[in-house]
Nanobody, 123 residues
Framework: VQLQASGGGLVQAGGSLTLSCAAS????????MAWHRQAPGKERELVAG???????NYVNSVKGRFTISRDNAKDTLYLRMNSLKPEDTAVYYC??????????????????WGQGTQVTVSS
């Protein structure tokens, strides 16, 4: 599975952005998807996740401001970010995990990362 993230940019504090992540390849094998971010000098952290059934979870710092969603028909993951703060500045990465069986019946688990998209929030 390959992931292509887009939608990042420069926005003023209080503004909004929507990130997209288009999946290609063996997309029917995707189970869970998520957005992570990494700010300069910090470790990558999970921002929001969504299961194949639509259950979501968020890091406390974005609850009530960010909304994760997925359109399985379009093989696309989204992150709507409202009320952005300077501390949301980071490179945002999408991730997909799942599994499938090979033609010979062997199970394969995978985890794929998108290339990252920069979000910069000015104060």
């Amino acid at each position: 599975v390959q992931l292509q993230a887009s939608g990042g940019g420069l926005v003023q504090a209080g503004g909004s952005l929507t990130l997209s992540c288009a999946a290609s390849g063996r997309t029917s094998s995707i189970k869970d998807m998520a957005w992570h971010r990494q700010a300069p000098g910090k470790e990558r952290e999970l921002v929001a996740g969504i299961t194949s059934g639509g259950s979501t979870n968020y890091v406390n710092s974005v609850k009530g401001r960010f909304t994760i969603s997925r359109d399985n028909a379009k093989d696309t993951l989204y992150l709507r970010m409202n009320s952005l703060k300077p501390e949301d500045t980071a490179v945002y990465y999408c991730r997909a995990t799942g599994g499938y069986y090979t033609d010979s019946g062997e199970p394969v688990q995978f985890g794929s990362w998108g290339q990252g998209t920069q979000v910069t929030v000015s104060s």
